[in-house]
Every structure is written in C-alpha cells, then in structure tokens.
C-alpha cells in the first residue's frame, strides 16, 4: 500500500462520500463554532485533508485567504463543483498534501486537519510539515478519531478485514495521549483539548495546538 493507493482509495469513494450524511451534526456544528471563533478577518488558513469541502465553504467566509487541500483529485472536483455553484472570495482548492506544500506558498496563520491525522502514513513527518507551514505562533486546530481509545472490535477485528477487502484505506491506531506527545514533539504547545462528540463512545478530540518559536 502507498500514497498512490490511499488516492484511488478515495478518489473511488468520492461521489459516495458526497452523499454521506454527517454522523454527529450537532458535535461537527461545536467543532466548526469553537475553530471560527480562534479565525481573525486578516488570516491565512489552510486545510488539510478537506474531502469535498464541506468545512472550507463553511469557514472561509471568515479569514483573508483559505486554501482547502486532499490527496484525492476526486474529492478535489466535487469541492470545486460545490464552489462554484457558491463562490467565496479567497477560497482556493487543491489536491495536495502537507509533504507536498513548500514554503512557496508562504506561511499560514491556522492549519486544520479534521478527521486527517489517523489517516497519514508518517504521522511525526506530517506534523513537522505542518509545523513547517506555520508562521510563529500559528495555530494547527485537529480533530481525530483516537482509535487506541476506542472499541477493541473496531481496531483489533473489524478495521483489519475491512482494509484486507479494500473497505478501508490506511488508518493509524494510537490514543490521544500519544497524540499530544507527538504534538509536542513536533514543536508544538498544545492550549486546548475538548470532546465534541454528542453521540456513541468515540474518543475524537479537538486540539488547538501553537506553533512554538523555531
């Protein structure tokens, strides 16, 4: 398995994903006030692992400039198809990861990766891109489903087969407590940590984490 794989994954997924309903509407609404709330009218964001775009309409409306990113090409094509039908000023799609962003592109105010981190195959190297596309004392906002904290079924027995059958991409399995170790490891300070969910078990936290002085 590869990169490669992880972006047909999803590119064959796209449109279904599309019409997938959002499972904790009420705790994604918390997730989405609480981040709007840190954004300042002057900022520039970027967004790792967006999907189709949902959160980015949803946000960029608040910052100077949002550039909204995946690995899937397809995802990418349904953002830019909601885009266009709502166009919002300083709101960009790309297909790309954090590895593949330089510092060309300047440096960003706020990085988000919702439901993004479980999913990265060198999770201590994304992290220090991330911090690497960070301005000083930028923000990276997460949110992540802590595998390691959750049914043993789920990590142990069912995400296994599922992967083995091509139900799955890569997922990574590690608990919130070693999430934050690798936070700060990584050149982070981590300022908040908050439970959104309303619904079910999931241990999924939210983590407002700053960049710390080179």
Same mark, same amino acid.
């Given at each position: 398995?590869? $990169? @490669?794989?992880? &972006? +047909?994954?999803?590119?064959? #997924?796209?449109?279904?994903?599309?019409?997938? *309903? %959002? =499972?904790? /509407?009420?705790?994604?609404?918390?997730?989405?006030?609480?981040?709007?709330?840190?954004?300042?009218?002057?900022?520039?964001?970027?967004?790792?692992?967006?999907?189709?775009?949902?959160?980015?309409?949803? $946000? @960029?409306?608040? &910052? +100077?400039?949002?550039?909204? #990113?995946?690995?899937?090409?397809?995802?990418? *094509? %349904? =953002?830019? /198809?909601?885009?266009?039908?709502?166009?919002?000023?300083?709101?960009?799609?790309?297909?790309?990861?954090?590895?593949?962003?330089?510092?060309?592109?300047?440096?960003?105010?706020?990085?988000?990766?919702?439901?993004?981190?479980?999913?990265?195959?060198?999770?201590?190297?994304?992290?220090?891109?991330?911090?690497?596309?960070? =301005?000083?004392?930028?923000?990276?906002?997460?949110k992540t489903p802590c595998l390691g904290d959750m049914n043993p079924l789920l990590r142990v027995a069912l995400l296994p087969a599922m992967r083995a059958i091509g139900l799955a991409p890569h997922t990574g399995v590690f608990r919130a407590s070693a999430l934050g170790a690798q936070l700060q490891a990584a050149g982070f300070?981590?300022?908040?940590?908050?439970?959104?969910?309303?619904?079910?078990?999931?241990?999924?936290?939210?983590?407002?984490?700053?960049?710390?002085?080179?």
């Open positions: 398995m590869s $990169l @490669a794989n992880d &972006a +047909r994954f999803w590119d064959r #997924t796209s449109r279904r994903y599309a019409k997938s *309903a %959002i =499972a904790d /509407e009420a705790g994604y609404t918390r997730t989405l006030e609480r981040t709007r709330a840190l954004f300042t009218p002057d900022m520039r964001v970027l967004e790792l692992g967006c999907g189709t775009g949902t959160t980015a309409l949803r $946000l @960029a409306g608040h &910052a +100077r400039s949002y550039l909204s #990113t995946d690995i899937s090409e397809g995802m990418i *094509a %349904i =953002a830019e /198809e909601k885009h266009a039908a709502a166009p919002i000023p300083g709101l960009a799609f790309r297909a790309a990861t954090a590895e593949t962003l330089t510092s060309s592109e300047g440096s960003f105010d706020v990085v988000l990766g919702f439901n993004y981190l479980h999913l990265v195959r060198d999770l201590p190297g994304t992290l220090r891109c991330i911090h690497s596309l960070l =301005a000083p004392q930028g923000l990276f906002i997460s300070e981590v300022l908040a940590t908050e439970n959104h969910a309303t619904k079910g078990g999931e241990n999924r936290p939210w983590i407002v984490a700053r960049k710390l002085i080179d």
